[in-house]
């Protein structure tokens, strides 16, 4: 059976190298009319591709020309229609979040890992947390706060110190990074439905930003942030077998 694939790669030299070797070996065709799209790259471009790629049938199987590669597969140029009819399956629904800048500017985006709120300004920022509408903890004094879905959960989450959370546990991982009060406070986790909303408090002085999966412009001068499971929204990746997310994240625990 003949097999339609968009190859698309990063700007980088060796993904740029890649993806006329699998061009020349396979063809490529544009991916609206693709079965199933190839990503060349490392993280961040599996998540750009996703994104963008979200309104179209076809999935995304990633092949590792980054440096980390956590949603990627390994990279080899042979037999790569059999790997592609043999490959796995993953749902993943994004975070939506909405945010509220101090100028009275609604925006919002789709996070496939996490939505993070970093400090802008030199000293630490002031938050305040509610789940659900209930207030949860009046004032986190911190370098900032994110929300990770589980397939995010080994990215900035981890880096940060929060938990690595099994891929099938709709669950959220609500992590602080570098929190100063209440110092021993390591975040929380939370059923996946649930809305988090950020308050920040002393906004001028004490300026916040926030950013979605990082790989757009971040939002300045935040006054509040709310965030929740898009569970209209699914984006679907393929990976070998034996080696999906589920695999990953209980091998990440054990490396």
């Known amino acids: 059976m003949s097999m339609r694939i968009a190859f698309l790669a990063s700007s980088s030299t060796v993904a740029q190298t890649a993806l006329t070797a699998l061009v020349e070996?396979?063809?490529?065709?544009a991916p609206q009319e693709a079965d199933v799209i190839v990503?060349?790259?490392?993280?961040?471009?599996m998540l750009h591709t996703?994104?963008?790629t979200v309104d179209l049938p076809a999935a995304v199987y990633g092949m590792n020309r980054g440096t980390i590669g956590f949603l990627m597969n390994t990279y080899s140029e042979d037999g790569l229609i059999e790997r592609l009819q043999a490959a796995e399956q993953e749902i993943i629904n994004p975070l939506a979040m909405r945010a509220m800048?101090?100028?009275?500017?609604?925006?919002?985006a789709l996070a496939i890992n996490e939505v993070s709120l970093l400090r802008a300004g030199p000293q630490a920022a002031k938050l305040k947390i509610?789940?659900?509408?209930?207030q949860r903890l009046e004032e986190l004094v911190c370098d900032g706060a994110l929300v990770a879905t589980p397939a995010g959960s080994t990215a900035y989450n981890y880096s940060a110190h929060g938990p690595i959370v099994p891929i099938g546990s709709d669950v959220l991982a609500l992590t602080p990074i570098a929190a100063f009060?209440?110092?021993?406070?390591?975040?929380?986790l939370l059923p996946s439905h649930a809305t988090v909303r950020?308050?920040?408090i002393e906004a001028e002085k004490r300026p916040v930003m926030?950013?979605?999966?990082s790989i757009s412009k971040s939002i300045a001068d935040i006054d509040w942030v709310e965030i929740s499971t898009e569970t209209n929204v699914q984006h679907k990746i393929l990976f070998d077998p034996g080696h999906g997310l589920e695999e990953r994240l209980i091998s990440e625990q054990f490396s």
């Open 25 to 29: 070996k396979y063809g490529s065709v």
């Open 39 to 45: 990503a060349l790259g490392g993280d961040g471009f």
């Open 50 to 52: 996703l994104h963008a």
């Open 101 to 108: 800048d101090q100028h009275g500017d609604l925006h919002q």
């Open 130 to 134: 509610s789940i659900d509408g209930r």
């Open 181 to 188: 009060r209440p110092r021993r406070w390591r975040g929380a």
């Open 198 to 200: 950020f308050d920040v």
């Open 210 to 213: 926030a950013d979605a999966d």
